[in-house]
């Protein structure tokens, strides 16, 4: 009985201990679950956080990049801009300003907007077609023309009006030397009259060639949504025939030269003038000319030829008269009929309505001109040419040359004549002979007791104001 008991005892305690083994394994089993999946959602919010962190800071870049890509779109594009220019720039600086930003890359940019002038309008801030046809050449500014205070109206052109302006910096006595000539076109005439690429021509032949020191520097321009603005140096001692009635010979040498020299630069460049006459030749501060008003001007290389119709009548060369083709001989015979106005007081004497006419006579008044002769143009001059002395007879024969390919047409060839033997031309061109000086000799000079003389009587320059 006693070993029965003893037995049971420890069976008991077995199965007791065993219990409690078994409990103590079971609440490890519960914490280690728990601790577990607390483990997993703690990991899993981590995660999230660090999907948001990757996110917000991705997204940071894109706008960053963006960003950057807006700053170089509108640094590349010349008709953009991020920032307005503040007006104390001048007139040299961007007047570009009133177009903003486009969210278009660079490249469909060009390709929707530049390249292809039928969808010039299509844009995050459409382009109006009055505004797109003239782009990109002449960019749009509403706001340029207020920082010019106008003074007065000075000329008339084909397509409107030139005034003589100053800005505002200068109106409050700042720079009183900045005044201007501001030429303001209409563009209901320039699309009426199909002269839109003739426009444009004038823009980037003015821009691109106004460094020369006988030319007219166009300063600045831009459109807004009726009218066209050139804004240029102003010149104030006028136009040629202005000052003169009639010039002394040693000035005619040096205002045929530098003529020349202009025409022969704007030759070399590949661009043809046909507009040479009085009105668009001025004077500037030191009585050296300036050419200006290329609005006839036009691309031509040298060696290709053109027909149009264009320029004034007194001072057309023959083959453009007769519509004949024509190359850049015809400023040649423009610079000649100016020079035999200056020596004379007169345009050569050429039958211009038998040209005009184009019958058959044309051909055999030319041929009966030239045959046997070795200038075909004595019978154009004035009466008068013949008291000129003999190298300014000369230079008129070779330039009023009705043939072209006979005429004198380059710098080059004016140098071997007789006027400019021993002529300084590098002094001509650097503007050290100066025209104030030549005209003071002339006043001054005695005149001689024949009457054929070329010095100049003091009344000849009552309207010359020093």
Known sequence: MGNTNSGNTIQRK???????????SSLSSVSAASLLVATTGASRKGTQNTRQIQRSASLGDFFNRINDSFIRLSTSLSCTALSPVSSSSGPS??????RPWSRFSRKRWHEATLSNKFQLSKGCWPVTNVEAIFLPQIPVDYQAVREYTFEE????????KVYRVIGQTVASGANPAQV????ILSKAQIISTNALA?????????????????????????????????????????????KFSRFPHELVRLYVAEIALALDFLHQAGIIYRDLKPENILLDWDYHVRLIDFGLSKWLSIGTRTRTLCGTLQLMAPEILAGETYGHSVDWWALGALACRMCTGFYPQLDISAYLNKSEEIDTLIKNISNGRKFASAKLLPDSTARLPVEIQDLLK???ETKPQ???????????????????????RNKQVCPKKIIEAEIDMEKPSDGHSSVMRSDEFLDFDW
């Open 198 to 242: 003739q426009l444009k021509d004038e823009v980037n032949i003015q821009t691109v060639c106004g460094h020369h020191p006988f030319l007219a520097r166009c300063i600045s321009h831009w459109q807004n949504k009726k009218q066209i603005f050139l804004l240029c140096q102003f010149y104030p001692n006028g136009e040629l025939f202005q």
């Open 398 to 400: 070779r330039l009023l």
């Open 153 to 160: 109206h000075i000329a008339d052109g084909a397509f409107g």
């Open 93 to 98: 600086g961007n007047h570009c300003r009133s």
């Open 180 to 183: 201007y000539a501001l030429k």
């Open 406 to 428: 006979y005429r004198l047409r380059s710098v080059l060839q004016l140098q071997r004549i007789a006027l400019y033997k021993n002529y300084n031309w590098d002094a001509v």
């Open 14 to 24: 077995e199965i007791s201990t065993a219990k409690s083994s078994s409990s103590s």
